[in-house]
């Protein structure tokens, strides 16, 4: 006799009916058809792990900028003995010590350059200590304290080296994000404002409004980049401080940049002005600027908020640009563009190349907010698996 044998039915989301796995994938898939748009889009984002990580980067960036005093040893110091010396080596064992420490400075003079170098001195170690005493600042600007995360008695700790003035390029650096990465964001807020705004009157009205709208643009569009930042930033005062240059800088790179946010809402109003829920709301007496901001930009939030991030980075090499060129930050503020300024003369790079540090902390800046939009692109796309 043929023993009987048990059927199984397998259910459409794998395993078989009755199994644990079963009951798992079928709980997961009612998950699934239950989500919010945005759990979804964040599921699809959190399976790309190269922008899952440049986020990550992104935010120990912000932080470590936003905490720059904190960090940096030396944020305003100059010493003239100390002047073009070469990085330091962090190190854990040497002759006759053991522990994180560096070693010291010695000053020689080049026999064919006749210049004096700042050389790694062996016999001379510093201990490196945490949370010192140092120069006073204040903390996230609510705490007057002087505070820092490390430094070394009895001598200098020059991580990336130090500028032609003696001034130490990693407490630079730090210091220079803080305004670089902040550029970006305050730009590409006034420019989604005015892009949003602007696009949206000219593709939900269209008629003159639409056509003044896109002339402005194609005449933005028309003129080369830097001779028209140049000009612009030209025409700040010279007597200025730091803080009201940098908010002009950011404003003159908003008033540039808001035409391609534009373009792309009035080609999403111009799709979704004829739906049936908006004529639905203009039925219902709602108003024009409440169908613009409650109806139609929420159709297309996500999307935007792609653009917002692939548009950051070119704020930030647009102000890099200008500080580059002598026209962004002023002195005493210190950014990218004003760090790769002192870079400028191939004789000084070849000679002092740790001054090139700040282009990569730009590059990974920009790779990772790029990184960043790639995948909230592919996460808001619905017909992306």
Do not use: C
Not at 235 to 253: A, E
Not at 335 to 346: E, M, R, W
């Amino acid at each position: 006799m043929i023993p009987s044998r048990r059927l199984w039915l397998r259910w459409p989301f794998g395993g078989q009916r009755g199994s644990p796995s079963a009951a798992h994938d079928e709980a997961a898939t009612e998950k699934y058809y239950i989500a919010s748009q945005w759990q979804l889009i964040w599921r699809k984002f959190h399976k790309h792990k190269l922008a899952m990580a440049s986020g990550l980067v992104l935010i120990l960036l912000y932080a470590l900028a936003v905490l720059s005093d904190f960090i940096a040893p030396y944020p305003t110091a100059q010493r003239s003995s100390y002047r073009n010396a070469p990085p330091q080596t962090l190190r854990l064992v040497s002759e006759g010590y053991t522990g994180l420490h560096v070693y010291g400075y010695k000053q020689e003079n080049d026999p064919q350059t006749l210049r004096i170098m700042n050389l790694p001195d062996e016999s001379q170690i510093l201990p490196v200590k945490f949370f010192v005493h140092g120069h006073e600042y204040r903390l996230l600007g609510l705490l007057t304290t002087d505070i820092h995360l490390f430094g070394v008695e009895g001598g200098t700790i020059y991580l990336f080296g130090s500028d032609e003035l003696g001034r130490d390029l990693f407490s630079r650096i730090f210091a220079a994000l803080r305004i670089s990465l902040f550029v970006g964001l305050i730009g590409v807020f006034l420019s989604f404002v005015i892009g949003v705004v602007l696009g949206g009157i000219s593709g939900y009205f269209g008629g003159a409004a639409d056509i003044a709208v896109q002339r402005v643009i194609d005449l933005l569009l028309s003129i080369p980049t830097i001779p028209l930042w140049m000009a612009l930033s030209a025409s700040l005062p010279p007597h200025w401080s730091s803080t009201r240059v940098f908010f002009g800088i950011t404003i003159i790179l908003s008033l540039i940049g808001w035409g391609g946010i534009a373009r792309i809402v009035r080609g999403k109003f111009l799709e979704l002005r004829e739906e049936d829920y908006v004529t639905a709301a203009v039925v219902a007496g709602s108003t024009s600027m409440r169908i613009i901001f409650r109806h139609l930009v929420p159709a297309f939030a996500s999307y935007l908020i792609v653009q917002l991030t692939l548009s950051i980075p070119g704020m930030i090499i647009g102000e890099t640009a200008l500080s580059y060129l002598g026209l962004g930050i002023r002195a005493p503020a210190v950014s990218l563009g004003t760090l790769l300024k002192d870079a400028q003369n191939v004789r000084v790079v070849a000679l002092y190349p740790w001054l090139l540090i700040p282009a990569v902390f730009l590059i990974v800046i920009v790779l990772a907010f790029n990184f960043l939009g790639d995948g909230l692109r592919d996460a808001v796309d619905p017909y992306k698996q």
